[in-house]
């Protein structure tokens, strides 16, 4: 008995990987992102000879089994020195590599060096080995001893749990919209501090209501006030950042209601309307802002270099409290999607080289040593001008002001 998948037609890009070879197993199809024509000619260029011996990285294992938890960013940076360049990894087994989607446990990737240059296959352990049909675009998988549902178990190119959490949080903003957005107003009894399970109450904009259709649950977050953020070359306000410090749900209505003034006359009184906070990062006050949650965006990040030559700074450190970011952490930088930047463009951060004097020259001249590198940057969310990044990798502290460039 074999199994039968048919190979899609379009690779494209979220994880390199090979078809899984599993029998019983319901065909799994990896999600459609794009792969530009640069990368399908990299690969296809390296596919004919491998990768000279010097782009792999220092340890680069002769095998190794994937393994639950692993990533695309991972695997690349354990064979190349670069893991962004993930097309010649994909390239240096591209007739058994189909798909480059998608990665699963337990696949077993051989590393083989000849003649200076270096190539890739997957070892799947069974003599009878993975085949691929004629010009029909089928994947023969024989069937196994093992056998595994893998469902949708494929590896992702970064670890979603790092980033989804500031893809919520942060946010690039208008200082006209933001001043347009429904704004909390009031809390119970008094208080001037609010957080989760507290009850508060809101205005929309303007004088236009905020209304509950019923429909729908209505969910906000709530956003302290945008700071303005600066571009280190300029100087020049380039966008407000609104902090983010928890979220509420709309539980009723603004109306308006008549009664009775101290003159005895009737008169239009607002009944703003009522929120529960149901969760906080920060406590919240009169005056933060609601913005609509938006619906959950589980995305798929796949790291490369820009398209050409990219110079950029660090506009800000996210996190109130925060000086210096390390891995992990999230800066802004000061160049969108009008710049060329998209999501998954990784950037070299330049560590500033130390300005001295030579005093061994009798002119005692003023020497500014070479910018390092200090390590990579990944953006995850552009906005026109300014982009969130992820720090992928840290050699020393980063801080505002620190340069970047394309990681060639």
Do not use: C
């Not at 933060?288 to 938006?294: G, I």
């Not at 009008?338 to 005692?364: E, F, M, Y």
């Amino acid at each position: 008995m074999t199994i039968h998948l048919m190979a899609k037609s379009k690779v494209a890009l979220a994880a390199f990987a090979a078809l899984a070879s599993a029998s019983m197993m319901a065909p799994t199809w990896a999600q459609n992102y794009p792969i530009t024509p640069e990368q399908q000619a990299t690969a296809k260029a390296v596919a004919q000879s491998g990768v000279p011996l010097s782009a792999l990285a220092a340890n680069a294992p002769d095998r190794y089994t994937i393994k639950s938890g692993d990533t695309l960013w991972g695997i690349s940076s354990l064979f190349l020195k670069s893991p962004w360049r993930w097309p010649e990894l994909w390239g240096m087994n591209l007739d058994q590599i189909k798909n480059p989607h998608r990665i699963y446990p337990g696949q077993v990737l051989v590393l083989e060096r000849k003649d200076g240059m270096a190539t890739l296959r997957v070892d799947d352990g069974s003599g009878s080995g993975m085949e691929s049909g004629g010009s029909n675009g089928t994947v023969r998988l024989s069937p196994r001893n093992r056998i595994e549902q893998l469902g949708d178990n494929a590896l992702p190119t970064l670890k979603p749990s790092v980033i989804e959490p500031f893809l919520a949080e942060p946010i690039i903003i208008d200082a006209a919209e933001f001043a347009l957005a429904p704004r909390i107003v009031a809390a119970q009894e008094g208080r001037v501090l609010l957080t989760r399970g507290d009850r508060a109450y809101a205005r929309g904009p303007n004088g236009a209501p905020l209304l509950d259709d019923g429909a729908t649950e209505k969910l906000f977050r709530v956003f302290r006030t945008a700071t303005p953020l600066k571009d280190p070359d300029t100087g020049q306000v380039i966008g407000f950042e609104a902090v983010y410090a928890g979220k509420a749900r709309l539980l009723s209505s603004e109306t308006t209601s008549e009664e009775n003034g101290s003159d005895g006359k009737a008169q239009s009184v607002i009944v703003p309307a009522r929120i529960d906070i149901i969760s906080a990062k920060e406590e919240m006050r009169v005056g933060d802002r609601l913005l609509p949650e938006p619906p959950r965006d589980i995305r798929t990040y796949t790291p490369h270099a820009p398209q050409g030559p990219l110079s950029a700074r660090i506009v800000s450190v996210y996190g109130s409290a925060v000086v210096n970011a390390a891995q992990n952490q999230v800066v802004v930088i000061n160049k969108g999607r009008l710049d060329g930047v998209d999501s998954g463009t990784v950037l070299a951060i330049l560590k500033d080289g130390a300005r001295i004097i030579d005093k061994q020259d009798p002119n005692r001249p003023l020497l500014k040593l070479p910018d390092e590198r200090n390590g990579l940057l990944m953006v995850f969310r552009p906005f026109d001008h300014l982009s969130y990044g992820l720090i992928l990798d840290i050699t020393d502290g980063v801080k505002v002001g620190d340069r970047l460039s394309a990681p060639r």
